[in-house]
Every structure is written in C-alpha cells, then in structure tokens.
C-alpha cells in the first residue's frame, strides 16, 4: 500500500507519518502552502520531522493565492487568528491537492490527521465529512481512493502521549507563526488539557 500523507510540521500530521512509517507503508510526504502566515516555521518543522523519520522530503503544493483569497485568521496578520480562525474549504483543499498527488504517483490513499469529532469546531473536521470528501474524490479521479484518518478516535492529550512514547520532537503547532508559540490560537489551545 503506498499513502500520500498531508503533513504540517505539527504534531498530528508528523504522528500520522509515524504510525504509517511503523506499518511499513510507502508514503508520499506533501505539504500544502495555502497562504498560512505560519509558512516558513511550519515547513521547516515539516521537513526536519520528515527528515528525522527516515521519510522523503516532503514535496510543496504552492497555493499560497489561496490565502490571499480566502482570508482567514490562518492567513491574514489583519485578522484575529483565534476568533477569525475558519479558512472555509481549507480541508477541502488539502484533500483534493493530496488525491491529485495520489493519481500522479499511483498511491492508493490519502491520509490526514483530524481527530476526533468531539473536538472539532470547524464542519470539515468531522467523520461525514471526511465520508463525503472520498466520494467526491473517487468520482474526481475516476479510482478508487481512500481517505484515511488514523487519530480519529484521539483527543490532543492521546496525541501528545504517542507521539512522546515515539519519541517524536520538534514538531510546530501555532498559527501565527511567531518564534515562540502564541499560546492563544485554536492550535495553541489544543495543547491546553
């Protein structure tokens, strides 16, 4: 089986890597540059986890215009990047990028680190929409294509436990991007448990 695995530099998308890395699945590393003002830290922590795992150097989706059009706490230093947080289709965007990687490179899915739905604040973090989205992209690509979403049933602490456990390190979990986390964004937030 051979997986394009959506990875940030954050936390949960760098345990996705892990856990599929551990299961002897060839993975197709992609980040997504949608315009996020955590840009340059995110990647960077992305492939120095990359690297540290033993996986390929991630490839970049560069779609930083989605940013400038789609403006959002995420991608807009205007914004509030807690109350302004909802990039709508952000996810969407991720998926559809991911499964036109797959069809180019013959993988057979596409992983994402959403968690559980108990914590999702957003609608395209849930499990209908995660059910809808593979649809949508079988019919796109003409194969079939699974959607997969390994932490599903973890919450941040479940998260932060493993990923220690795996000894996973240097991973960068905050929107703004700033040197020090903010310690006030949704990203931020999730580690406060």
């Known amino acids: 089986m051979s997986i394009v695995t959506l990875v940030s530099g954050g936390l949960d998308s760098t345990l996705v890597a892990c856990l599929a890395q551990e299961e002897g699945v060839d993975q197709f590393p992609l980040f997504v ?7 340059t830290r995110e990647l960077a922590s992305c492939r120095e986890a990359m690297k540290y795992l033993g996986l390929r150097e991630p490839r970049v989706a560069e779609l930083s215009g989605y940013g400038g059009l789609i403006r959002s706490g995420l991608t807009d230093k205007g914004l509030r990047v807690l109350e302004d947080a909802f990039t709508p289709g952000r996810n969407m ?44 992209l079988v019919a796109s690509m003409g194969r079939p294509l699974k959607v997969l979403t390994p932490l599903a049933e973890f919450h941040k602490n479940d998260v932060v436990a493993l990923a220690q456990l795996k000894g996973i390190r240097g ?23």
Do not use: M, W
Not at 113 to 132: M, R
């Open 33 to 39: 540059n949608y315009g996020q003002r955590a840009l």
């Open 93 to 136: 965007l991720f998926l559809l990028t991911a499964a036109a990687y797959a069809y180019q490179v013959n993988a057979d899915a596409i992983s994402i680190g959403l968690l559980n739905e108990d914590v999702s604040i957003f609608p395209d973090q849930t499990s209908a929409f995660v059910t809808n989205a593979e649809q949508l």
């Open 171 to 193: 991973t960068y979990s905050c929107h703004k991007g700033d040197e020090t986390p903010c310690g006030a964004c949704i990203a931020c937030n999730e580690f406060k448990f």
